[in-house]
């Protein structure tokens, strides 16, 4: 069932770097408030700090995902996308990306495939938020 979002991408503000957008995957347990609020929020932790992560499909996201409950499937504003192995990891922020020119992260190693971390709630566009069976 498509989703009305509050936001559109690319995000309106003028401070990003690249143009690289992409449909990408998420399962969460907070599917109702996602739709409720029309838009996605940073979790408090993750494999490189607080951000909204994705993968390239739902197979591949079932097997990354920390919950259950909802699918996710937007289109994400990557925009210039920073590519760091696991060994690299360290707390990122959106500030911090900024500063280093970049609007998002990807995990390029996991063995689940790529995990794709943007940090601002303004990059992601819901496309389908519904139960997961």
Not at 29 to 37: F, S, T, V
Not at 88 to 112: A, H, M, P, W
Request: glycine letters at 8%; proline letters at 3%; hydrophobic letters at 30%.
């Amino acid at each position: 069932m498509p989703c009305f979002s509050y936001y559109r991408v690319p995000p309106k503000r003028g401070n990003t770097y690249g143009s690289e957008v992409r449909t990408l995957w998420h399962i969460t347990a907070y599917g109702q408030e996602i739709k409720d609020a029309r838009r996605m929020e940073r979790g408090s932790q993750g494999m490189v700090g607080a951000g909204i992560y994705f993968a390239d499909s739902l197979a591949d996201c079932r097997q990354k995902a920390h919950s259950t409950g909802w699918k996710v499937r937007a289109s994400v504003f990557l925009g210039k996308r920073k590519n760091i192995a696991k060994s690299e990891i360290k707390n990122y922020s959106f500030r911090r990306l900024q500063q280093e020119g970049y609007d998002s992260l990807c995990v390029t190693d996991c063995v689940t495939g790529p995990e794709y971390i943007v940090f601002n709630r303004d990059q992601v566009q819901l496309l389908q938020v519904e139960r997961d069976q």
